[in-house]
């Protein structure tokens, strides 16, 4: 069993930039791609980027080349910098853990869910 703790959300304006962090407890995230998604209010949750057990990365076209994922197994954490925000990146931010080293774009991939935490993007 994985718990996935979000934090680092927050009030931030347009341009401005943001790093969210999901630690993780109960067992290592080494052997695991990560994910982040991402869900507005009245939307339904979507895809952000994912990071295999390594460092592949893939992201949705929406945020290509404005966030980035990484992680730090020594520190059982991902982290998610975003940067150039915008308004429409407002949303509850969730990371997620796969049984699998490989990427994974679909909600379906993930087994263990975080909290959430919010980022709100004012104009």
């Known amino acids: 069993q994985v718990q996935l703790v979000e934090s680092g959300g927050g009030l931030v304006q347009a341009g401005g930039s943001l790093r969210i962090s999901c630690a993780a407890s109960?067992?290592?995230?080494?052997?695991?791609?990560m994910g982040w998604f991402r869900q507005a209010p009245g939307k339904e949750r979507e895809f952000v980027a994912t990071?295999?057990?390594?460092?592949?990365?893939y992201y949705a076209d929406s945020v290509k080349g404005r966030f980035t994922i990484s992680r730090d197994n020594a520190e059982n954490t991902v982290y998610l910098q975003m940067n150039s925000l915008t308004p429409a990146d407002t949303a509850v931010y969730y990371c997620?853990?796969?049984?699998?080293?490989?990427?994974?774009?679909?909600?379906?991939?993930?087994?263990?869910w975080g909290q959430g935490t919010q980022v709100t993007v004012s104009s």
């Open positions: 109960g067992r290592t995230i080494g052997a695991s791609a």
């Open positions: 990071i295999d057990w390594k460092t592949s990365t």
């Open positions: 997620a853990a796969r049984r699998s080293i490989h990427v994974g774009m679909s909600r379906n991939d993930y087994v263990y």
